[in-house]
């Protein structure tokens, strides 16, 4: 009567045996580590490079506990976070700029749960330590360069089909072309047709000017564009940081989160982040009268005065044409390097656009200057305004100035992660210290300890032999719940750990429920096997309906929440699913293996 088929035990052995896999690499902690790697496709990362980390650790007395190949990266392991720092400098003087060498945490398994794909949780902000960013995005610039784009793009295909026109002007959301007649205003609407159809057209045919707005779609359709590649280009740094399981997301219309744990130099990251690097090439006015007006305070339209970090020799300003003629939008890659006289540059490589638009304008101004304009935190300056000597192919461009090469450094990597769309405002910024993260990992963990420790003691008491296997199924349900969150890589926070809490009080609920049933049942004159099977059949359907409502609102959490909400979410349902076996299934088995092999039971001790 109270037997269970072979198969059913091997599942729930199965069920155990991974469970046990899959928690045991919590246990064993991380260990401080330097990660090697490479944004450049040309450079690999083999034996080669290990052997020059080995060397350079060694000239500087640090000994690592163990130096991984991992894909294309190298983890060099370290005892403790003194060493690890120390390394990562001697590692950086040996490999150059050329590598990215990033301080990271590594998990402490032995190899044997790696090669089985065992991997402990990903730990939160809360419990690892680290920086959380607020960042709001600048919606207004966001549309500002894409008239600038569009004002760039029309100027070269006006210039192009050979329609001579007056000049494009700027009014808020809006450009103006000016031309010289009717035929003029057709062919410059025929070329708007083709180069921007996204822009609605309005003529004025009395004074033959072309109007230009963006539609209202189109003006959404920036923003949400703006956000999700802002999204994308602080993926791409953080990549560059080294930073492992961070958290980007996109929090209402124009706010993104962005969450580092285990970041150890938060102002770094926060530089990185919150700064706007984008390269414009514009044209240098050189004409003395003009020069001097705007010296003087009257800036002729259509030019700005800039400052001029090269100042070579000139005045520390620079007169540029508004007209932007290439962006960082076209920037393939971008290394530190150094220029013909030694010093510290940017070296670029432009994709095909950018390459054709940078022959074209090379050829059309030889013997004039050409400025290389760095825009970051709305602080526009002139890098280097060299003198065009002849048409430049190839996309190869390169830029040099008054910068050390720390700033090239971080200029090169800011322009080949990718610009902005829109600069960010850091709204809020908060940063947990990793003596702080332990703190929450010890308080969680002894909370949950010391819950389950109350519970078992409870059914111990009050249950006896029933209570005993009440408790037992309750740790398996905690194990399998853990074995989850880290076979789903799941990242693990304070209300996570709640939910965890939330799921033994629940679990454990369903026990009481068969076990009253089974008193009930004896009560009224049932023999004792006959108890046991029809107290788990009556329980059953009690247990399903409560299981399911509260798995309701822990996915209703899941779909409409957001942040810590969705992390407590995740835990909850999983631990529903996980109680639901080890509660009905699991004590299930352990009962049939107690009682049901017996041929008379007396009685039950329940």
């Not at 009717?182 to 047709?193: E, G, I, Q, W, Y």
């Not at 921007?196 to 045919?205: F, G, I, K, Y």
């Not at 996309?395 to 600069?423: C, H």
Request: hydrophobic share 45%; proline share 4%.
């Amino acid at each position: 009567m109270n037997r269970y088929p072979l198969w059913k035990y091997i599942v729930i052995v199965v069920a155990l045996v991974l469970a046990t896999i899959y928690t045991l690499p919590n246990f064993y902690g991380e260990t401080p580590a330097v990660q090697v790697s490479t944004s450049r496709q040309s450079i690999t990362i083999d034996t080669g490079v290990m052997g020059r980390v080995e060397h350079a650790l060694k000239a500087q007395g640090l000994t690592p506990d163990g130096l991984i190949l991992d894909g294309n990266s190298l983890k060099v392991r370290f005892h403790d976070p003194e060493t690890q720092i120390k390394a990562r400098d001697a590692i950086q003087h040996e490999l150059g700029d050329n590598y990215i060498i990033a301080l990271n945490l590594l998990t402490a398994s032995p190899d044997w749960l790696t090669h089985l794909k065992a991997y402990p949780m990903f730990l939160g902000l809360d419990l690892r330590g680290g920086v959380h960013f607020l960042l709001e995005v600048d919606m207004k610039a966001a549309l500002d360069k894409t008239m600038e784009r569009y004002a760039g793009d029309l100027r070269r295909e006006l210039k192009n089909k050979q329609v001579r026109y007056g000049a494009i002007k700027r009014s808020g959301n809006a450009l103006e072309i000016q031309l010289r007649d009717a035929d003029t205003l057709k062919s410059a609407a025929d070329v708007v047709n083709k180069t921007a159809p996204v822009l609605t057209q309005n003529s004025d045919d009395s004074n033959f000017r072309l109007t230009l707005t963006l539609k209202p779609e189109e003006i959404t359709r920036i923003q949400n564009d703006a956000v999700k590649q802002n999204i994308t280009t602080l993926h791409n740094r953080v990549n560059e940081l080294g930073v492992a399981e961070p958290v980007i997301q996109q929090s209402g219309p124009d706010r993104i989160v962005v969450e580092l744990p285990g970041v150890q130099d938060t102002a770094k990251a926060k530089d990185i982040l919150g700064r706007t690097a984008t390269l414009e090439v514009r044209m240098v006015e050189d004409d003395p009268a003009k020069v001097q007006d705007a010296l003087g305070g009257n800036v002729p339209a259509g030019y700005e005065l800039l400052d001029d970090a090269s100042n070579r020799g000139r005045s520390d300003k620079i007169l540029v044409r508004r007209d932007v003629e290439l962006t960082g939008d076209n920037i393939n890659d971008a290394q530190p390097g150094f220029d013909e006289n030694g010093g510290p540059s940017v070296n670029i490589n432009l994709d095909s656009t950018g390459a054709a638009i940078f022959r074209q304008v090379t050829a059309e101004n030889i013997g004039k200057r050409m400025a290389m304009i760095l825009v970051e935190k709305g602080r526009t300056e002139v890098v280097t305004a060299p003198v065009i000597r002849s048409e430049i192919g190839g996309g190869r461009v390169q830029i040099s100035g008054s910068m050390n090469p720390a700033e090239a450094n971080d200029t090169a990597l800011l322009l080949r992660a990718g610009s902005l769309a829109a600069p960010m405002n850091i709204v809020e910024e908060r940063t947990v210290g990793p003596s702080l993260g332990k703190e929450n990992i010890a308080k969680g963990f002894h909370s949950t300890l010391w819950g389950f420790a109350a519970i078992a003691v409870f059914m111990l008491i009050y249950y006896r032999v029933f209570g005993v296997i009440s408790a037992l199924s309750l740790g398996v349900n905690l194990f399998m719940l853990v074995a989850l969150l880290s076979m789903m890589q799941a990242t693990l926070t304070l209300p996570g750990i709640a939910a965890i809490a939330l799921t033994l009080g629940m679990a454990i609920d369903s026990n009481v429920l068969i076990n009253e049933r089974v008193r009930e049942e004896l009560r009224n004159g049932v023999p004792p096997q006959t108890a046991i099977q029809l107290g788990y059949d009556h329980a059953w359907a009690t247990i399903l309906d409560s299981n399911i409502t509260t798995l309701i609102a822990g996915l209703a959490l899941l779909i409409f929440g957001s942040g810590p909400v969705r992390g407590f979410a995740v835990v909850h349902c999983l631990g529903i699913m996980t109680s639901m076996f080890s509660a009905v299934l699991v004590s299930r088995g352990l009962v049939n293996l107690w009682y049901g092999r017996r041929r008379r039971v007396a009685s039950l001790s329940v």
